[in-house]
């Protein structure tokens, strides 16, 4: 098996209107995906992040600061998880409940590198 990030994306206020009860509907979904992806062996870590932080560019003494969602969009959490190939990982990502419950939610799947081929260092997995 091999390891995938979920990068979970959506709009920023994508929730500001959802009431209490639709806020924890969706939470509940959340808490039963993770379920499933542990009851499966595919659940390495999850987490959802804060909608506010900063975006960090630059070189030494030029550094620039920017805000989180200037484009709308930010990162809402991510997903460490096994699957057997890209295929199967795709199809763990479609289960997620941000696609249920609304249309601006993107997820990008990707494996991890857990060595570089050019000099052989391993990363550190823990």
Known sequence: MREYMLRILN???????????????????????????????????????????????????KWKEEPLGKNGEVQVGYYHIRAKDLREAIELAKGNPEFEYGTTARIEVRPITEEEEDTGFVYPSK
């Open 11 to 61: 709009q920023i206020d994508h929730q500001k209107d959802w009431p209490v009860e639709r806020h924890t509907e969706f939470v509940k979904k959340c808490e039963k995906y993770i379920g499933e992806l542990q009851k499966g062996g595919h659940l390495i870590a999850a987490q959802p992040l804060t909608k506010s932080g900063i975006i960090l560019s630059g070189i030494p003494d």
